[in-house]
T-cell receptor
């Protein structure tokens, strides 16, 4: 079946560091990529939607200068958390959708900012 | 906009029993309803989905039913096994190139 690969799976870094998370659709073209944040024991919180070649659309309350999203190709999207602080620590999950494919998720990135 | 309600929030069943999770949606334009299973520390995995032109769909031990008139859909897991323990999310797609709207999830525990 369709697979979305997300890397890295775990990041631990110091406050002030910028962190880049990659999301690749391995066997389908993801015309739309979604980035989510998930707090413990909660549902998925949509951060932004990006269509290939276009600027991302951010949900209310999500700082676009803090969370930079690039979706330059049909198989790759990246999320960069700039100047990360402890409050940015969370589980980030990407998801891709395209063509007749249902929406598939990566396995998430656990970000811990010290 | 679309709103998806999911119940129950937690569910415990004995191994071998059936589990049912129910969701309601508000937007009659929604036409696609997937179910995801999320294991600890992993991303959600699509387990079954149904489109609005179908009333029921089955895949081995799991089935989904859809009642468009009442705007509700349900996930049924039969002969539950410990490995079915996870958090299950329902979702609805309002249409077009819009994001899925998720329920708050159901934590299913299958007790051996």
């Amino acid at each position: 079946g369709a697979v979305v690969s997300q890397h890295p799976s775990r990041v631990i870094c110091k406050s002030g560091t910028s962190v880049k998370i990659e999301c690749r659709s391995l066997d389908f073209q993801a015309t739309t990529m979604f980035w989510y944040r998930q707090f413990p024991k909660q549902s998925l919180m949509l951060m932004a939607t990006s269509n290939e070649g276009s600027k991302a659309t951010y949900e209310q309350g999500v700082e676009k200068d803090k969370f930079l999203i690039n979706h330059a190709s049909l198989t790759l999207s990246t999320l960069t958390v700039t100047s990360a602080h402890p409050e940015d620590s969370s589980f980030y999950i990407c998801s891709g959708r395209g063509g007749d494919q249902p929406q598939h998720f990566g396995d998430g990135t656990r970000l811990s900012i010290l | 906009g679309e709103n998806v309600e999911q119940h129950p929030s937690t569910l415990s069943v004995q191994e071998g029993d059936s589990a049912v999770i129910k969701c309601t949606y508000s937007d009659s334009a929604s036409n696609y309803f997937p179910w995801y299973k999320q294991e600890l520390g992993k991303g959600p995995q699509l387990i079954i989905d149904i489109r609005s032109n179908v009333g029921e769909k089955k895949d081995q031990r799991i089935a989904v039913t859809l009642n468009k008139t009442a705007k509700h859909f349900s996930l049924h897991i039969t002969e539950t096994q410990p490995e079915d323990s996870a958090v299950y999310f329902c979702a609805a797609l309002p249409g077009g190139n819009t994001p899925l709207v998720f329920g708050k999830g159901t934590r299913l525990s299958v007790i051996a």
